[in-house]
């Protein structure tokens, strides 16, 4: 039976949600949005009227499909070139989601999202639906057809390797910008010392360029080696004119997935999203995705964006 425009508008009504949710668990807006529109085909399909409670039904059949599409990407991944990174969402994405309360926020953290590589697709399934979207775990056991103490225990083991891993510090809109300004100075100043007084000691730098832009396979390790990294990235260079056709690089302060972060953009398009972790302590990392294919989104975005002056103007 067809569905009717009733149907289709409670579709709508959930598909907000429902990317949100895949967006969590996938690490990519582009899947996100191709299990969703599977969603709704198979809303199509069903016999809608017997469908007790839509929302559940709906939730149950994305996270089925999102956890066969973290089976494969397992596969994938092991092909990748390079380090494997989330797609970043920049501040105002409807696609982040909710973010009423500090676990919302976190949950859709650039950090956290990282830290769900570690997991296993239920993990991930579990960690998602409980800490973001606050589903109980009866709920949640009938969405993943497993017992209400399974998914206590699976939610458990979630929240552990999450928080081993973590070192996030909550912060301010403000308090992000300053932070991007700071780092910005320290990175643009040609001195490594700046930057290394800005870094914990454990630092880490790493940036995914999917083998499409140069970027190193493994992290830099270490507050002295992720400075003298940095600081050469800033550098002018024959090398990164070719790569960016000619144009003017424009360095933004923004905030991508809740967090610190610079955009890079040229002549409008977004480049490249480098999004820095904060503890206490100082920046722990720094994370920059410039594989192009994870940065159309960015772009979109980035055309509506009240965007401001650009902090900075590279010479490269």
């Known amino acids: 039976m067809p569905l009717t425009m009733t149907d289709v508008d409670r579709f709508e009504a959930a598909r907000p949600r429902l990317e949100a949710i895949a967006y969590r668990m996938l690490g990519s807006s582009a899947e996100a949005e191709d299990l969703v529109q599977e969603t709704y085909l198979r809303w199509q399909a069903a016999d809608v009227e017997r469908i007790e409670v839509p929302e559940a039904w709906l939730t149950k059949v994305l996270t089925n499909l999102c956890l066969n599409q973290l089976t494969s990407a397992r596969a994938r991944r092991e092909t990748y070139v390079g380090q494997w990174l989330p797609e970043p969402l ?43 979207f606050a589903y109980g775990h009866r709920e949640i056991a009938e969405i993943l057809d497993i017992s209400e103490a399974a998914s206590q225990q699976t939610f ?36 490594t010392e700046p930057l290394v007084k800005l870094l914990t000691s454990d630092a880490i730098a790493v940036g995914d360029g999917g083998g499409k832009i140069p970027a190193k396979a493994t992290p830099f390790e270490g507050a002295l080696a ?31 997935n809740g967090s610190p972060a610079l955009v890079i953009t040229v ?7 480098m999004c820095l972790e904060r503890s206490d ?9 410039v594989n192009p294919d994870k940065l159309e989104r960015a772009t979109e975005i980035w055309a509506s964006a009240d965007r401001g002056e650009p902090l900075f103007l590279a010479d490269w």
Do not use: C, W
């Open 267 to 273: 002549e409008g398009r977004v480049f490249g999203v």
């Open 281 to 289: 302590e100082g920046i722990v990392a720094v994370r920059s995705q």
């Open 156 to 191: 458990s083991r979630a929240k552990k390797h999450i928080a081993d891993g973590k070192a996030r510090t909550e912060i301010s809109e403000a308090a992000a910008k300053r932070i991007v300004e700071e780092f910005l100075a320290a990175a643009t100043s040609g001195e």
């Open 226 to 256: 992720v400075a003298k990294f940095l600081r050469g990235m800033f550098k002018p260079a024959e090398s990164k004119r070719r790569m960016l056709g000619g144009g003017t690089p424009e360095v933004y302060a923004t905030t991508a």
């Open 90 to 132: 920049l501040e105002g994405d409807p696609m982040l989601g909710p973010a009423g309360t500090a676990e919302q926020r976190e949950s859709v953290s650039y950090a956290v999202l990282t830290l769900m590589e570690r997991l296993s697709p239920n993990e991930r399934a579990v960690y998602v639906l409980k800490e973001a």
